[in-house]
């Protein structure tokens, strides 16, 4: 395989086989034989555009965020919300994380959906930014953080990773691929903790990234060289997929319909019930105050006093 610019000068760019390089970042079919990238790259443009429209802005507010699946590590564990480590990879927090995200994604995925198949890549990305999101949730649950991941990268360092052991598999360690893809990882880990040690608004999701590219990684390893998927075995496999999806999606399409809190963060429930104290709806309060307790997985005694001294005694944990 050739490289269109050594892994040494610039970013990494991707490894094809081909013609001579003609000044292009991706050669002009790069997209030909990848109906899966085809297919997550527009997918993921167009829940970026359906959150704008619903939020008005392309600027989400966190109820949006959660509304539409976010994985928000307190909910996950503490009501079994699970489906949302795989809808959070298709949810991103601004036009400059997508397109980003989406750069990233159109180059390195056809490298690896062109050199193992449609039917490898399409469960690896899900299985890899699941796992990432995993892992992030994890991360959280254990720091308390609170906070809610969104965006591709974790499902997209799965990529990286699985290009990496490619990579290492054809060329060695010492190969341009590898170097590439190894030195993109490096740098994605280390442009987060830059960005988290500068305390911003905005946190990078370390844990995901990492998570992503290890699944990738021990996925890829899995593969065995020269095997080839049938198509009907190909079409099986991407149903599958999508089956998948679909079922996450419409799970939190039955969360939003019937549990008026899942859209709220941990702050959002507490903001809520302590309004409805003051404003003397009790059946609120007491509701408010179950569903925020339901995030920590046991009592807080600092919601639970002014709720039971004005509105009565609250059951359940």
């Known amino acids: 395989m050739s490289t269109s610019a050594p892994p040494s000068s610039g970013p990494p760019r991707p490894v094809y ?7 292009r970042l991706v050669p002009r079919d790069w997209l030909d034989q990848a109906p899966v990238t085809r297919t997550l790259l527009a997918l993921n443009i167009a829940v970026f555009v359906v959150q704008v429209v619903a939020q008005r802005s392309v600027s989400f507010s966190d109820a949006t965020q959660l509304r539409f699946g976010a994985s928000y590590a307190l909910a996950t564990i503490g009501e079994n919300r699970w489906e949302t480590l795989v809808t959070a990879c298709f949810l991103h927090g601004g036009i400059v994380h997508l397109v980003f995200n989406m750069v990233v994604l159109w180059q390195a ?6 050199a193992v198949g449609s039917a490898r890549m399409a469960p690896m990305y899900l299985l890899a930014g699941a ?7 994890l991360y959280g649950t254990y720091t308390r953080s609170g906070l809610y991941t969104v965006g591709a990268s974790g499902a997209i360092s799965g990529i990286v990773g699985a290009a990496l052991v490619v990579g290492w598999r054809v060329q060695g360690w010492k190969g341009p691929l590898t170097q590439a893809m190894a030195r993109w990882l490096g740098l994605t880990v280390a442009f987060g903790l830059l960005v ?9 999701d370390n844990a995901a990234h ?11 390893s899995m593969w065995k060289r020269g095997y080839k998927y049938s198509p009907g075995a190909t079409k099986a496999v991407l149903a599958t997929c999508v089956g998948v999806l679909a079922a996450c999606i419409a799970v939190v399409a039955v969360h939003d319909q019937t549990d008026p ?5 941990e702050q959002a429930r507490q903001d809520f019930t302590m309004d409805a104290v003051y404003e003397g709806r009790c059946r609120d ?5 179950i569903a925020t307790e339901r995030l920590r997985r046991g009592r ?8 039971e001294a004005t509105c009565g005694h609250v059951g359940g944990e």
């Open 17 to 23: 086989t081909g013609s001579a390089d003609d000044g």
């Open 109 to 114: 995925g056809p490298l690896v959906e062109r």
């Open 131 to 137: 796992f990432g999101n995993a892992l992030s949730v």
């Open 196 to 204: 988290n040690f500068s305390r911003g608004r905005i946190q990078v």
């Open 210 to 220: 990492i998570g992503g590219a290890l699944a990738g990684a021990a996925i890829a």
């Open 261 to 265: 809190f899942a859209s709220m963060t």
């Open 285 to 289: 309060a007491h509701d408010g105050l």
């Open 300 to 307: 807080m005694l600092s919601l639970r006093k002014p709720v």
